[in-house]
């Protein structure tokens, strides 16, 4: 079973940024792809940004531009940078993994983490 631990979120200004990172307990390339979701109060959980084991990217609308994910495979991590934050960005942040099941694939998802942007 995948495990996927965060890490790096905390409380920041508008306009800060911050750097979340999502380790992995199993090579990150053996996997369909992962990525971060996020979930705002009173709001469902929504995808924020996703990455291949080939690298390819695809972000959120409300984010492009200011966030970037990344992946180091010899570590097994992925990463999110967060620049300009705004307070619209509150919320719990989820790694996500998706992995290959026997019945299809299979949703994995870390413990989450808390970011807040306030004044």
């Known amino acids: 079973q995948v495990q996927l631990v965060e890490s790096g979120g905390g409380e920041v200004q508008p306009g800060g940024s911050l750097r979340l990172t999502c380790a992995a307990s199993?090579?990150?390339?053996?996997?369909?792809?992962m990525g971060w979701y996020r979930q705002a109060p009173e709001k469902e959980r929504a995808w924020v940004a996703i990455i291949t084991p080939e690298g390819m990217r695809n972000y959120a609308d409300s984010v492009r531009d200011r966030f970037a994910i990344s992946q180091d495979n010899d570590k097994n991590m992925i990463y999110l940078q967060m620049n300009n934050l705004k307070p619209d960005d509150t919320a719990i942040y989820y790694c996500?993994?998706?992995?290959?099941?026997?019945?299809?694939?299979?949703?994995?998802w870390g413990q989450g983490i808390q970011v807040t942007v306030s004044s």
């Open positions: 996500h993994a998706l992995d290959y099941g026997d019945a299809g694939p299979l949703d994995i």
């Open positions: 199993v090579r990150i390339s053996s996997l369909i792809r």
